[in-house]
């Protein structure tokens, strides 16, 4: 913005611009921390829907159990094993506990983060939307003076060249003097001398006349070249001015749906981690649950193993 002619007021603003699209990239990326928060809060809900689900035990007939219930529920007791064992090898089943006890702590820290960034980026996008409304005045001040300009401009440039002609034409009319003055010379040699001076007169009226010509011609190209300056110069700011106010505005939509994501994601990272207090400790909750369906598994084992025993004899 300085390279091209603007002044440290656009520069600054174009830098407040620039450190704002910044922070709406930053906030945009969600952190590691957060997916790890998520992450542990759905092996909660996991633990708790496995541990919730109860497996049906066959029922006892004349006979005794039928060997294909007694089967489902062997089967039935191994998957809910082999589910708690995928959430104690997986990478937040190891690191359960560890998360647990720090969650706590960094979980109301992130939100508190979180919805810090959302009360800068709406201070910064309140700004920027502040300095549109002088973006546009100093636009509509910048169209009036350069409509000035080229009033001025005109109106002397029709001026000079009035001007101009006057002089055009009263240098017309010295050189047919002259010529006027050199015919009556060839008749009149009697009054040659008096005719001679007239001649010289007519002859320094031409001279200074083509040099008042001369001036003025470039009195009015250098005045031109300065209204041309100045409408450039008015151009150019325009031109930034307008380019500032339109990325302002282009990047206003980007940053309120940035803001509402942002938003949301601290919500769900709160309700997450509400979800983590109130689980407890995951680790163990898994772990418990695990022995206890092996348990199940064992005894289901034992009554079909005691069932075929009976049968066998």
């Known amino acids: 913005c300085l390279e ?14 620039v450190q704002w699209a910044r922070a709406l990239l930053a906030a945009a990326l969600p952190s590691g921390h957060e997916a790890e928060v998520l992450q542990e809060a759905a092996s909660a809900r996991t633990a708790a829907a496995v541990l919730g689900a109860e497996a049906t035990k066959p029922q006892q007939g004349a006979d005794g159990p039928e060997e294909e219930e007694w089967f489902e529920c062997v089967e039935a007791r191994a998957r809910q ?4 064992r995928a959430l104690l090898r997986g990478p937040s089943g190891r690191t359960a506990a560890a998360a647990t ?25 309140e700004e920027r939307e502040r300095h549109v409304e002088s973006l546009a005045a100093e636009v509509a001040r910048c169209e009036s003076a350069e409509g000035g300009c080229q009033t001025h401009m005109k109106t002397s440039s029709d001026m000079y060249r009035s001007e101009v002609e006057a002089l055009r034409r009263r240098q017309q009319e010295a ?17 040659l001398a008096e005719i001679d001076e007239k001649i010289r007169e007519a002859h320094a009226q031409a001279r200074d006349l083509k040099v008042s010509e001369k001036r003025l011609r470039g009195n009015m190209k250098r005045l031109s070249m300065e209204f041309c300056e100045q ?27 940035v803001e509402e994501e942002v938003a949301t994601r601290a ?22 649950g695990y022995v206890l369906c092996e348990q199940r598994r064992l005894e289901a084992l034992e009554e079909m193993s005691a069932g075929w025993n009976g049968v066998i004899r």
Do not use: P, W, Y
């Open 175 to 191: 050189v047919a003097l002259v010529e006027e003055l050199g015919q009556e010379r060839s008749r009149l040699q009697q009054r």
């Open 101 to 125: 006890c720090s969650a706590g702590g960094t979980g109301a820290g992130m939100v508190a983060v979180l919805a810090g960034t959302v009360e800068a980026l709406q201070a910064m996008r």
């Open 231 to 257: 409408l450039s110069t008015q151009g150019r700011r325009q031109e930034h001015l307008a380019d500032a106010r339109r990325a302002i505005l282009e990047t206003r939509a980007t940053a309120r749906a």
């Open 81 to 84: 094993c082999q589910e708690l």
């Open 4 to 17: 091209t002619g603007g002044d440290d007021e656009a520069a600054a603003s174009a830098m407040r611009t």
């Open 267 to 288: 919500a769900a990272i709160e309700a997450a981690e509400k979800e983590l207090q109130a689980a407890g400790d995951v680790g163990g909750v898994v772990l418990a």
